[in-house]
């Protein structure tokens, strides 16, 4: 027997998997390729070859191979194990389920030597095929059929997504066919029973789902394919959320933060590079624009698959304190990965998106980012990008309660006159280089009061809460005059709104603008570049926009009022052109006008001098209900 060849032997028997002649030669094979002879070895991996062999004959061996793992080593061994699990995919049923089989008996025989390669090449497969986030929700239901055997789950999965169940022709543009969802469906079945088989591997591959993700110049199809199977292994090792949803965002990042708004382009596009939507295909674009198209397309069609994704992890059958503790995930993620990272535009909607499914998680979120802003243990960096966020989160949010909206702004408004109590006998010069954090939490609060300020002005709930609980005037007039360095189309909005509904003295407040514009500020135009980052402006992104856009509350600048007498009118005429010229300039500082998407900030990394001393908060004399509260308890009662 030992004389005979390969072939012979192949030729001699039938297709046998259990054949002791063919089992034994396998066995000398590797032996022997280990001791250094590599000629019977050589022939083993050319008849693997499917370029070489039928399908039949490479179910036969690796079925045969399957029984003899033990002998494997990947030192001398490499070529085989890598040939075995690199091919199986590709083919039939009957070829999948034996290099699956070979694959969790290698890791049984040798976990150390053999773990790696065999999720390797199973993550291989994740770029080149897709599987939709549909099966992830069919799989959910089917757990929770079987009692949450994940073993008859997923085989169900896999059954409703078989070619034959499925009419032709029936698949959408640029979704996997059903013969595609199934060889993925089977790289799934197999890293799943690899890791039942070694549990501790489940680090080994999160390790490399991070070294094997497509570098950010790749097609997007390739993304796509490796995003769509990476956000699947959550279905059946839900344990790893936070590690690859951390990867999942530091890839989109990556790219977002190289996606340049049109305005910031050297030459004059003739077109938003952003309307991806246009039929000439960009002609005309500069090569720089075109790449900028490119960037665009590709982080839309991820960050789209990424809120289906959230949308099945947080709107899905899931028990809610499952969800509960997913949403928590997800705010981690956001606080150590995208809250400090001040170029992204798109990234951060992850969390604005997740806020919708369950109104306990708005409240969730504004705390956290309260909490960061006010809390002087966090850094500046971290706080003043708390700051921004919470203003912009406070006026774009649409489903936000006018109650959760005067809860968040009466605690922002309250650490800000405890500032001032603190700081502003000492202060001669507004100064933000010293008093960086004071700023940034006050133009968060003037932002949001932009887009806030007349619905709280007209609420007959809670008529005295602008006046006695926010105390604007204070604020404005203070020493450390904010009006001179928060971002100027911010303050010259809410100085037009606030004179319009009577909350300030309009000769008060022109007698401080005519004050301001009496000195020049040193850095002042520093801080308002460097400051001028509003996370939550209007998204451009034409795949993902249905997602964002009903959740997004627009600008709708203030209503006039109605005046009787030609005074009035004519007061109102220059009033609104006033309103009109400082909507322009919001317009080109903030995107406010969600009908111009050109109108985007620059977005740069900020720099941050370190604040001075912030001393403990101070009690005025007299309380309010809830003084002594803290964020958590307060947002709880909003």
């Known amino acids: 027997m030992a004389d005979l060849s390969l072939a012979a032997l192949l030729a001699r028997k039938a297709s046998s998997a259990r054949d002791e002649e063919l089992l034994t030669f396998a066995v000398q094979a590797l032996e022997r390729k280990a001791a250094g002879d590599s000629s019977t070895y050589t022939e083993l991996v050319e008849a693997l070859d499917p370029a070489k062999a039928d399908a039949t004959v490479c179910v036969l061996l690796v079925n045969t191979l399957a029984r003899c793992t033990g002998s494997l080593r990947l030192k001398s061994h490499k070529t085989l194990i890598n040939g075995v699990l690199g091919r199986g995919w590709s083919g039939d049923q009957a070829l999948a389920s034996a290099t699956e089989l070979f694959a969790i008996n290698a890791v049984s025989s040798n976990a150390p030597d053999l773990l790696g390669p065999s999720l390797s090449a199973l993550v291989h497969q994740f770029s080149s095929l897709r599987i939709d986030l549909l099966p992830f929700s069919a799989a959910a239901q089917a757990v929770e059929e079987h009692s949450g055997d994940y073993e008859a789950a997923m085989d169900a999965a896999e059954t409703v997504f078989a070619p034959a169940h499925t009419p032709a022709g029936s698949s959408e543009e640029g979704a996997p066919s059903p013969e595609e969802t199934q060889k ?32 950010r110049r790749k097609h997007v199809t390739i993304q796509i394919c490796f995003l769509s199977n990476l956000l699947y292994v959550l279905q059946y090792l839900p344990h790893l959320l936070k590690p690859i949803l951390s990867l999942v965002v530091d890839r989109l990042i990556r790219i977002d933060v190289e996606i340049v708004p049109p305005e910031a382009l050297d030459d004059h596009l003739p077109g938003d590079v952003f309307d991806m939507d246009d039929d000439e295909e960009g002609g005309g674009l500069s090569k720089e624009a075109e790449e900028n198209r490119a960037r665009s397309e590709k982080l839309d069609s991820m960050f789209a698959l990424t809120l289906r994704f959230v949308a099945s992890l947080l709107g899905g059958i899931a028990p809610m304190a499952d969800k509960e503790e997913a949403f928590k995930i997800v705010l981690a993620v956001f606080d150590a990965d995208v809250l400090t990272t001040f170029r992204s535009k798109f990234t951060q909607f992850i969390i604005f998106y997740a806020c919708t499914f369950q109104y306990s998680y708005v409240k969730e979120f504004l705390q956290a980012l309260l909490t960061k802003a006010i809390e002087k243990e966090h850094s500046d960096r971290s706080r003043v990008a708390a700051a921004a966020y919470l203003g912009s989160f406070v006026a774009r949010f649409k489903g936000m309660h006018l109650s959760t909206i005067r809860t968040s702004l009466s605690l922002l408004a309250r650490w800000v006159h405890d500032y001032i109590i603190a700081h502003d006998h000492d202060v001669t010069f507004p100064d933000p280089s010293v008093h960086t954090v004071f700023y940034s939490l006050v133009q968060a609060l003037l932002y949001a009061l932009c887009f806030r300020l007349q619905a ?44 319009r509904l009577r909350i300030l003295d309009e000769k008060t407040l022109s007698a401080l603008l005519h004050h301001n514009s009496s000195f020049v500020l040193p850095r002042a135009s520093e801080w308002d570049e460097e400051h001028s980052f509003f996370p939550f402006d209007p998204f451009q992104l034409p795949l993902s926009r249905p997602f964002i856009d009903p959740i997004l509350q627009g600008w709708d600048g203030p209503r006039a009022e109605e005046t009787d007498d030609e005074e009035s009118a004519v007061q109102s005429s220059r009033s609104a052109s006033v309103e009109e010229s400082i909507a322009m300039s919001l317009n080109s500082q903030l995107s406010l006008s969600d009908n111009d998407h050109r109108g985007s900030p620059v977005w740069k990394p900020m720099s941050f001098a370190q604040a001075g001393t912030i001393l403990r908060r101070q009690e005025e004399g007299g309380s309010q209900q809830g003084r002594d509260d803290d964020v958590g308890s307060v947002l709880g009662r909003g």
């Open 184 to 215: 993925a469906l089977r790289v799934h079945r197999a890293l799943r029973r690899v890791l039942e088989t070694v549990p501790t591997g489940a680090m080994t591959l999160v390790e490399l789902l991070s070294g094997s993700f497509p570098h």
């Open 456 to 499: 709280l002005a007209e609420d007959q709930n809670k008529p005295s809460f602008v006046p006695l609980e926010l105390r604007l005037d204070r604020i404005i007039l203070s020493n450390l005059n904010p009006l001179k360095v928060v971002n100027q189309g911010v303050g010259e909005m809410f100085v037009t709104l606030a004179v």
